[in-house]
């Protein structure tokens, strides 16, 4: 396993949205764990990276969940694995501070659905429907939205976008 390179803010393919995938391959697993060891071992730790994070225009989530999720389907080497999620369902709201290893130096508070139903596949291609509150909530929303091209501060209004936007460090 190795840590694959981050990609930032401004690259398209972090805009231009993602294919699913049909099969999921060796190759696609290979990446799978890339994934999680680059979440964990990058130069910046993080929860939850998407495929288009590390180059890869395709419908891919990996989460690490925080310790008090236990019995959690579609894990992996202790992190979550979701192939072409959707979310199905979402209700109540929170507001947390987010950041993302994409956009360096800036962070938000966002507001966000509590709880989700994620759907989808885990690494072994069986299907999956994952309940999820709290930080995994968010960090499953979080790492949908890069799928769907959309930052955590495209949830801010306008004004606020365009500040933070213009914070991001560049190196
Ligand atoms: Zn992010």
Redesign the pocket.
């Known amino acids: 396993m190795r840590v694959l390179p981050v990609v930032k803010h401004g690259d398209p393919v972090l805009t231009n949205g993602v294919e699913q995938i049909s099969e999921v391959t060796d190759e696609i697993r290979s990446l799978i764990d890339d994934m999680i060891y680059t979440m964990r071992n990058g130069d910046t730790p ?1 929860v ?3 495929a288009p ?1 590390i180059g890869r225009a395709i419908a891919l989530i990996v989460a690490e969940p925080p310790p008090e999720y236990k019995g959690l389907e579609a894990v992996h080497d202790g992190a979550v694995v979701v192939i072409n999620p959707e979310i199905v369902y979402g209700v109540g709201a929170t507001v947390v501070e987010e ?5 360096p130096g800036i962070t938000a508070d966002v507001q966000r659905p509590a709880t989700v139903i994620v759907k989808g596949l885990d690494r072994d291609g069986r299907p999956v429907k994952l309940e999820a509150e709290g930080a995994l909530a968010r960090i499953f929303q ?2 949908v ?2 799928l769907h091209g959309k ?2 501060f495209d949830h801010l209004n306008p004004i606020k976008r365009q500040l933070l936007k213009s914070r991001i460090r560049r190196t």
């Open positions: 993080a939850g990276l998407a994070q950041g993302c290893l994409s956009c979080h790492e939205d890069h930052f955590f």
